[in-house]
């Protein structure tokens, strides 16, 4: 339960593409994160599957179900919303209860169906509570709650996590994750935050001005990104890109290195520059240095080194993990 | 960061505050005291406050003198036959403009206000031609069709910034929830949307029962409300204040009592969208 195939899927918006032609399998039990900058379309492209948005062309199947023509209702599918989209006259009983309401439940059955949800996500004491009594992790919950309720198909969330605070947004990262493990159902989540996508997904998927750029596991992505776009935008702090003369040397139109994969020295290397800022963090050091030929560049090192503003450093990219791409941007 | 204030200034905010306040009501105030006042006392110089001879001649008299009941009946049926009538157009239109609206939404709002812009005695002559031919002339049906469409623009209006309000993704929350159109309308629009239109429907009745411009000129004597009630006592033979007052007292109290009972409702109606 839960495969689902688009196949030449495609929406425009007004005579705008938003999504020119793509195709997409996703597995059973899978965790895919949709990651993009703004206005990629990851956003659109969930709201296709989920029905919200009638597509321009193409079609989606559901465990095997052309369900392309189907209203939202019909496709067995849970979306939990960026602003949680709670009813605000409703208790957090009522909001977890509502899809099994609509169902036709009878009582009994969605008493202990809402009493198991609420138990899974602490939410037992606050039943009776209306939303706006809740703090944000609180409502994010009963959103997830209501979703789960219904056993559905698969789960869309839509940015779920970005009006929470920092330290909760990582506690409910795991959370998520946790709820992917004990519950197994196929799970698409689109965020724009590369660190969620790397934390949580089993496969990413990156799109960019409706494309998609790569498909891959978070690592194949890391160690293998298939073009400058995927480089850029996965890692953190991102990867150093060069090009010109210095990438030429290294036999490349541009050449990559991720922060951490730049060896530091006070003596010797390959580009020399003067560090502008160092960012200590206490595990990790991020110099901030500017090279001669080689412009600005980030090198992340481990621990404490006693660098600091103003000070001569050279930087050397470690030989294997020298990313190289071509003129048109595809990895070689 | 809160101000910190000092008590003479709360002081002195309080007095202004019900200073304001006073003078604001004091109109109202004066209607009601005179109403109980003998016609003598009414127009004494200088009048008396409270040392009067308190009576209820004026009250009898108005009553005996033209229908209470038979206005009042009259008021009831205009104000609110035209606020259900208005509301059975101006939901679905308020509705279509705040979910789905187009790029031509906001100047067909504007146009709907724009109507409100014009002076009605512009289209009296008209308007009163049309009632002639037609035999609406001094009936309620005539009175409930021009005063709905008179408020129907403030009617939509208010709605829409109420519906605006209610996020789309809630209702997209429920369709994904497998709410049917009609479900969605019934357990998620309406409860939300029912202090926005109870507020519409307050403000709307008041202003349908205070209307006077049409009232007057449209109604002899079978279909006149209250307006008409109050105006029948300041006649070209003479003013008379205190059954005037009476009167007027008669025909504002129905409203008062309605108006403070849900001053809350109506508050929140009014401010609503400007202040979140």
Same mark, same amino acid.
């Given at each position: 339960?839960?495969? *689902? =195939?688009?196949?030449?899927? +495609?929406?425009?918006?007004?005579?705008?593409?938003?999504?020119?032609?793509?195709?997409?399998?996703?597995?059973?039990?899978? !965790?895919?994160?949709?990651?993009?900058?703004?206005?990629?379309?990851? %956003?659109?492209?969930?709201?296709? *599957?989920?029905? @919200?948005?009638?597509?321009?062309?193409?079609?989606?199947?559901?465990?095997?179900?052309?369900?392309?023509?189907?209203?939202?209702?019909?496709?067995? @599918?849970?979306?939990?919303?960026?602003?949680?989209?709670?009813?605000?006259?409703?208790?957090?009983?009522? =909001?977890?209860?509502?899809?099994?309401? $609509?169902?036709?439940?009878?009582?009994?059955?969605?008493?202990?169906?809402?009493?198991?949800?609420?138990?899974?996500?602490?939410?037992?004491?606050?039943?009776?509570?209306?939303?706006?009594?809740?703090?944000?992790?609180?409502?994010?919950?009963?959103?997830?709650?209501?979703? *789960?309720?219904?056993?559905?198909?698969?789960?869309?969330?839509?940015?779920?996590? +970005?009006?929470?605070?920092?330290?909760?947004?990582?506690? $409910?990262?795991?959370?998520?994750?946790?709820?992917?493990?004990? @519950?197994?159902?196929?799970?698409?989540?689109?965020?724009?935050?590369?660190?969620?996508?790397?934390?949580?997904?089993?496969?990413?998927?990156?799109? =960019?001005?409706?494309?998609?750029?790569?498909?891959?596991?978070?690592?194949?992505?890391?160690?293998?990104?298939?073009?400058? !776009?995927?480089?850029?935008?996965?890692?953190?702090?991102?990867?150093?890109?060069? +090009?010109?003369?210095?990438?030429?040397?290294?036999?490349?139109?541009?050449?990559?290195?991720?922060?951490?994969?730049?060896?530091?020295?006070?003596?010797?290397?390959?580009?020399?520059?003067?560090?502008? *800022?160092?960012?200590?963090?206490? +595990?990790?050091?991020?110099?901030?240095?500017?090279?001669?030929?080689?412009?600005?560049?980030?090198?992340?090192?481990?621990?404490?080194?006693?660098?600091?503003?103003?000070?001569?450093?050279?930087? %050397?990219?470690?030989?294997?993990?020298?990313?190289?791409?071509?003129?048109?941007?595809?990895?070689? | 960061?809160?101000?910190?204030?000092?008590?003479?200034?709360?002081?002195?905010?309080?007095?202004?505050?019900?200073?304001?306040?006073?003078?604001?009501?004091?109109?109202?105030?004066?209607?009601?005291?005179?109403?109980?006042?003998?016609?003598?006392?009414?127009?004494?110089?200088?009048?008396?406050?409270?040392?009067?001879?308190?009576?209820?001649?004026?009250?009898?008299?108005?009553?005996?003198?033209?229908?209470?009941?038979?206005?009042?009946?009259?008021?009831?049926?205009?104000?609110?036959?035209?606020?259900?009538?208005?509301?059975?157009?101006?939901?679905?239109?308020?509705?279509?403009?705040?979910?789905?609206?187009?790029?031509?939404?906001?100047?067909?709002?504007?146009?709907?206000?724009?109507?409100?812009?014009?002076?009605?005695?512009?289209?009296?002559?008209?308007?009163?031609?049309?009632?002639?031919?037609?035999?609406?002339?001094?009936?309620?049906?005539?009175?409930?069709?021009?005063?709905?469409?008179?408020?129907?623009?403030?009617?939509?209006?208010?709605?829409?910034?109420?519906?605006?309000?209610?996020?789309?993704?809630?209702?997209?929350?429920?369709?994904?929830?497998?709410?049917?159109?009609?479900?969605?309308?019934?357990?998620?629009?309406?409860?939300?949307?029912?202090?926005?239109?109870?507020?519409?429907?307050?403000?709307?009745?008041?202003?349908?029962?205070?209307?006077?411009?049409?009232?007057?000129?449209?109604?002899?004597?079978?279909?006149?409300?209250?307006?008409?009630?109050?105006?029948?006592?300041?006649?070209?033979?003479?003013?008379?204040?205190?059954?005037?007052?009476?009167?007027?007292?008669?025909?504002?109290?129905?409203?008062?009592?309605?108006?403070?009972?849900?001053?809350?409702?109506?508050?929140?109606?009014?401010?609503?969208?400007?202040?979140?």
């Amino acid at each position: 339960m839960g495969r *689902i =195939n688009l196949r030449q899927v +495609s929406k425009s918006f007004g005579g705008v593409a938003v999504i020119p032609e793509l195709d997409l399998d996703i597995g059973e039990g899978e !965790f895919v994160v949709f990651v993009g900058p703004s206005g990629c379309g990851k %956003s659109t492209l969930l709201r296709l *599957i989920a029905g @919200l948005e009638d597509m321009s062309g193409g079609t989606i199947k559901i465990d095997g179900e052309d369900v392309t023509s189907q209203p939202p209702a019909k496709r067995g @599918l849970s979306m939990v919303f960026q602003s949680y989209a709670l009813y605000p006259h409703m208790s957090v009983y009522g =909001n977890i209860a509502f899809p099994l309401k $609509m169902a036709g439940d009878d009582k009994a059955t969605i008493d202990k169906k809402v009493q198991d949800a609420a138990r899974i996500l602490n939410l037992t004491d606050y039943l009776d509570r209306k939303p706006r009594q809740l703090s944000g992790g609180q409502r994010q919950r009963v959103a997830i709650g209501r979703a *789960i309720v219904r056993e559905p198909r698969a789960f869309l969330f839509d940015e779920p996590l +970005s009006n929470l605070d920092a330290a909760l947004r990582v506690a $409910m990262r795991l959370e998520i994750t946790e709820l992917h493990h004990q @519950l197994g159902t196929t799970m698409i989540y689109v965020t724009h935050d590369q660190t969620e996508a790397m934390t949580m997904a089993d496969r990413i998927v990156v799109l =960019n001005k409706g494309r998609i750029e790569q498909v891959g596991s978070p690592l194949d992505l890391y160690r293998k990104p298939a073009n400058l !776009f995927v480089a850029g935008f996965i890692g953190s702090p991102k990867m150093n890109l060069v +090009s010109g003369a210095e990438a030429a040397k290294l036999g490349a139109a541009t050449v990559g290195v991720r922060p951490e994969h730049m060896a530091v020295s006070r003596e010797s290397g390959l580009w020399q520059g003067t560090i502008g *800022i160092a960012e200590h963090l206490g +595990s990790d050091t991020f110099l901030h240095v500017r090279t001669e030929g080689a412009g600005p560049m980030t090198a992340r090192v481990s621990g404490e080194m006693g660098l600091t503003h103003g000070e001569t450093v050279w930087l %050397s990219p470690a030989p294997d993990k020298v990313h190289r791409f071509d003129q048109a941007g595809l990895s070689l | 960061m809160a101000r910190a204030v000092s008590t003479p200034r709360k002081l002195a905010f309080t007095a202004i505050g019900w200073s304001i306040g006073l003078l604001i009501f004091f109109p109202i105030l004066w209607t009601a005291i005179t109403s109980f006042k003998t016609e003598g006392e009414a127009i004494a110089s200088p009048p008396s406050f409270l040392f009067f001879h308190w009576t209820l001649e004026n009250y009898a008299e108005v009553q005996s003198r033209s229908d209470y009941l038979k206005h009042f009946i009259n008021s009831v049926v205009i104000s609110f036959g035209s606020t259900g009538l208005g509301l059975l157009i101006a939901i679905p239109a308020a509705w279509a403009m705040a979910f789905s609206p187009t790029k031509r939404t906001k100047d067909v709002l504007m146009w709907m206000l724009s109507t409100k812009m014009m002076p009605p005695v512009g289209v009296l002559v008209p308007i009163y031609l049309l009632f002639r031919d037609t035999g609406l002339l001094d009936k309620l049906t005539g009175l409930v069709i021009v005063m709905t469409l008179i408020n129907l623009p403030i009617m939509v209006w208010m709605l829409y910034t109420y519906f605006r309000d209610i996020p789309g993704e809630i209702l997209e929350a429920a369709r994904m929830d497998g709410a049917t159109l009609a479900k969605e309308i019934v357990y998620v629009l309406t409860p939300m949307a029912i202090p926005g239109i109870a507020s519409t429907v307050l403000l709307n009745v008041i202003l349908s029962w205070n209307e006077a411009f049409w009232t007057l000129n449209l109604t002899a004597a079978g279909a006149a409300p209250l307006t008409a009630f109050i105006a029948s006592y300041s006649s070209p033979e003479g003013l008379f204040w205190a059954k005037l007052s009476a009167a007027s007292t008669l025909a504002v109290a129905p409203i008062l009592v309605l108006g403070w009972f849900s001053q809350r409702q109506l508050v929140r109606g009014l401010t609503f969208g400007a202040v979140k």
